[in-house]
């Protein structure tokens, strides 16, 4: 059995990655789809609208046969680090081939520019470093010194978010020496090449997750965007657990935390760098909203998604010393959590079990805990906005869940 | 001007206070009136019903000359510290007298008590590190090494909650060369002497906030027991900031930094002592309220009490390296925090201002914040059970406020 392995967030899962899940496996001839999916935090900084269990059975029920847990440590980081972790799982679980969706769409392109950047590497390194110094954002510098290395049609566009993912990707690949074959699929939402698909079908998880927070969680004014699956499971958080997470409902615990920490305890969390700590208290003081928050903290240094992990590690109490214990390792992810699978997916599993050399996690209370702190207390942050009475019952399941079992014949849990 | 001062937490202030406040102008012929007061949390290790400011509002309606804040390292603190904080503050602030209420009522047979066990300190230290070491609370060990020094009817009963400070006040008198006369008026709810009391106007501070709380906050139901301007203060707060204060508000916020921190970390926080930071990250897991919380974590060795107080640093974020940086200057407090004054206790102020040789805070936003992060930190967690726009407004009055100016004449704010 041959694996294609996807990287995803799914939030919500909608009608562009069910095409994309598709075109993943006829592009690429492969007999099932293994996904790497961030936890319950995601790599903008932000909670995910649903919990990883609940985006689980999305993915599951619209085809994908192998959930696994992107770490905390790399599910809410930049790009490059984002990349290392997702590409060395996929690796370690015998993925063949890698498929991301790209603004670009052309794989030949990814390649021309990770070449390009290696050939000259030093120089390139070099400016970006000079241009940080002179108070710009990564983004910016990285992609000015893309431009001085003159890319041309041939190369891709490395300043929109999925070429910057993508080019990661096969920078990890190359990195990592996996044997994993990318390829890439065009994302564009107007004309998407599938027939079954029009502009009045598609719609980014951004918009779908505007829309619904503008319109009181609203299911219906987005069901044109999203599979029938994805409702009901919307449909179904809201009845359990009364809400869809958003940073805003946070801000008192940020704010909490960031008022009652001394500066030198800020300063150990991870990103928490230059002084930031004394910007943030000073800030929080007045801020009413999350929102507020960010427009009065950020700066030309700073760009907003960098704040936003920022204030997400404050919150998840992730410091320097646990999330980074040693650089060298950085791509070594060491555990591998398991969501969800389908009947394809546990006998891919069951074949490939034997040669993955880290531990395969069934079930949370079953491992080490101190190992997997950052991602217990992701969870631990994650459900302080839930009832009382629910959130024990949350957080009691996360621990003690096996996978999800689905039969996609059947089309139900086992 | 001759000052007697009384130690206070007024939560709320009851007809109970204001007839201890008369009696201990009449029985020393003090010329004014000295609080020093708890701020927003307690010695029980509990969230004051209403912030300090409006019980420094209660205090001065009610003939209170002079609040002073008693600095939450000694407000959160057992007896024994609780009262070393309040007699030197009251004693730098030139107090000649001193007057608390106890069960005993007889001042000399405090005296007698407390050379009882200056005498056999060895012999009574000894038997309370015996006891301790078998598993009971510090109280218990306490009262008994204290009755193995057979006390007889000339002696206190050391076991009562207003008996026990009493005795630290005289202690603390002794301990640190004080002038200030002791004296004691006798609690006892049922037959005050005055005859303007019955049993149907006093109640324990302690059983009006159950009734509140019952009651659904409904102030008639106490009416009896509170002077007016209480009545008037609370309905206010209760307008103002849409609660009273309770431990139950602020479960949430103690859940969430008790499983978001390492076991490192809380061991760190004061009165975090022989691994009870792995029995509260285990406990409070499953607990859906305070309270059950309290229940499932209590021992012999530790008092409801001692937990609560372990909590509440919990909650500010008071660490040892903070709360106790030498034991030496332990009776040491290093500011003295004005919070409000009326006519006569403005120019009593005026007239002992030159001998007083610690830092009188007039505004907090002018002081070293380092130097009082303690009381800051409990300000901001005080705060935030309170709707967001409202606590903004309240964290900045904190810092800009200058003490309260009370005409007692004209009973207004000047």
Same mark, same amino acid.
């Given at each position: ?131 940080? %110094? ?7 510098? *990285? /992609?000015?010194? !893309? @431009?001085?290395?003159?890319?041309? &049609?041939?190369? =891709? ?21 996996? %044997? ?7 994302? *564009? /939402?107007?004309? !998407? @090449?599938?027939?079954?698909?029009? &502009?009045?079908? =598609? ?212």
């Amino acid at each position: 059995m041959k694996a294609v392995g996807v990287v995803v967030e799914y939030n919500p899962f909608h009608n562009g990655h069910e095409y994309h899940l598709r075109q993943s496996k006829s592009q690429t001839g492969a007999d099932l789809v293994v996904a790497v999916m961030s936890g319950n935090f995601l790599q903008r900084g932000e909670p995910a609208l649903v919990s990883k269990w609940s985006r689980t059975k999305m993915a599951l029920e619209n085809g994908i046969d192998l959930v696994v847990e992107l770490p905390y440590e790399y599910a809410t980081q930049k790009a490059e680090t984002f990349s290392n972790g997702a590409i060395a799982i996929l690796d370690k679980l015998k993925c063949s081939y890698l498929c991301f969706g790209s603004e670009h769409g052309s794989i030949q392109s990814f390649n021309n520019t990770l070449n390009l950047i290696q050939k000259n590497s030093k120089r390139f390194n070099e400016i970006i470093r000079t241009e940080m %110094k002179k108070g710009i954002s990564y983004p910016m510098a *990285t /992609s000015l010194a !893309y @431009h001085s290395l003159n890319p041309e &049609s041939a190369y =891709i566009n490395l300043s929109t978010p999925n070429n910057i993912l993508g080019f990661h990707y096969l920078k990890a690949i190359d990195e990592q020496n996996s %044997k994993m074959q990318p390829h890439t699929i065009q994302r *564009t /939402s107007a004309n !998407y @090449h599938d027939e079954d698909f029009t &502009s009045s079908t =598609i719609a980014s998880a951004t918009s779908i997750r505007k829309a619904l927070f503008e319109q009181n969680r609203n299911l219906f004014i987005v069901q044109d965007y999203i599979p029938h699956t994805t409702f009901k499971e919307l449909e179904k958080y809201i009845e359990t657990y009364g809400q869809l997470h958003r940073w805003e409902d946070y801000f008192n615990l940020l704010k909490y935390k960031v008022l009652t920490s001394s500066h030198e305890e800020l300063s150990n969390i991870y990103e928490i760098e230059e002084g930031l700590e004394y910007r943030f208290k000073r800030e929080i003081i007045g801020a009413t909203s999350f929102n507020e928050f960010m427009e009065n903290v950020k700066t030309k240094r700073y760009t907003r998604t960098r704040l936003q992990r920022a204030c997400l590690h404050i919150l998840t109490n992730s410091r320097k010393s646990v999330i980074k214990p040693d650089d060298n390792d950085w791509n070594k992810p060491t555990y591998i959590r398991l969501l969800g699978m389908s009947k394809i997916g546990q006998s891919y599993l069951r074949s490939i079990k034997k040669e993955i050399d880290i531990p395969l996690i069934s079930k949370l209370s079953s491992f080490n805990q101190n190992r997997i702190q950052l991602d217990i207390n992701a969870t631990y942050t994650y459900s302080m906005v839930l009832p009382e009475a629910i959130r024990s019952q949350f957080i009691k399941e996360e621990f003690s869940t096996p996978p999800l079992r689905y039969d996609e014949d059947k089309e139900k849990y086992l």
